[in-house]
């Protein structure tokens, strides 16, 4: 893969660049029409139903990527030949029936899990669902107080762990403190490998990603280089969950927590 410079010029250095400053474990695509897609996302021209469509797009080739590190188990399986066809006298003749030839085959090992951060890694599900079909799907909600630790308000991971290896899904990573919470909360579910694939992330969220999960691996599309003092990374895609789903942002996160949990006060 090759990477892009702060102006958007190709370079020849294969991920040497992003490996040498934050390890191995990240994989940067720097395919150039990933590069024009993320262009749509951040673009605050483009409304939601195209953000949407590409976002998918974008996912699909992340993970893509990411999938490739998934192992294979040999099967055997049957494809139908198709009847064999004679030229008798110039009168055309075949079998009776197709016929069954056996085939050596691969097929994925492990067991799946997709781990949408709600709202907006739910935009990622669907792409995801199209290269492993037959992966689980458990949805874990967060939230951000500013100065604060996230807040968990829902969380379906089944009480057993039956998956092998996890993907974590979320398009925007800015201080990294929700997706880390995700990540200690998978692992004290017991699954044994995490993945993460996001579309956009601030060096200094991956860095801190990778100094406390240095066994996680991550897929990510672009890196950006500034965080604001509020935790907003710049130029960014702006929210992406109000960009997909045509909202407005919340001007109080606490209008998420269930009535009786909000804080009272006084007339």
């Excluded at 992003?18 to 990933?34: A, F, I, M, N, R």
């Excluded at 107080?145 to 991971?157: D, I, K, M």
């Excluded at 996890?166 to 995490?194: C, F, H, R």
Aim: aromatic share 4%.
């Amino acid at each position: 893969m090759c990477l892009k410079t702060m102006t958007g010029e190709t370079t020849d250095n294969d991920e040497k660049a992003t490996t040498e400053t934050l390890g191995e474990k990240v994989h940067l695509s720097g395919h150039p029409v990933l590069a024009h897609k993320i262009t749509i996302l951040r673009s605050s021209q483009t409304r939601s139903g195209t953000f949407r469509a590409v976002l998918r797009e974008v996912t699909y080739h992340l993970a893509y990527e990411a999938t490739s590190r998934l192992s294979t188990r040999p099967i055997e399986v049957t494809v139908p030949v198709p009847p064999l066809k004679k030229d008798v006298n110039g009168e055309h003749t075949s079998a009776a029936a197709t016929t069954i030839h056996y085939s050596h085959g691969q097929k994925l090992k492990e067991s799946v899990a997709l781990i949408p951060i709600l709202r907006s890694g739910l935009g990622m599900a669907d792409a995801m669902l199209e290269l492993v079909p037959n992966a689980a799907v458990h949805h874990i909600g967060m939230y951000k107080v500013l100065g604060q630790n996230p807040v968990q308000y829902f969380n379906r991971l089944p009480r057993q762990c039956t998956a092998d290896v996890a993907y974590v899904l979320d398009p925007v990573i800015q201080t990294s403190s929700t997706v880390m919470s995700v990540l200690s909360i998978l692992k004290k579910w017991g699954v044994s490998q995490i993945n993460l694939v996001t579309v956009l992330a601030s060096r200094q969220g991956l860095q801190q990603i990778i100094e406390a999960h240095p066994d996680v691996t991550i897929t990510v599309g672009t890196i950006d280089e500034e965080l604001r003092e509020d935790g907003v990374v710049l130029p960014g895609m702006g929210d992406a969950g109000d960009r997909l789903f045509a909202t407005d942002e919340l001007e109080d996160d606490e209008a998420l927590l269930h009535p009786s949990k909000r804080k009272r006060t006084m007339d």
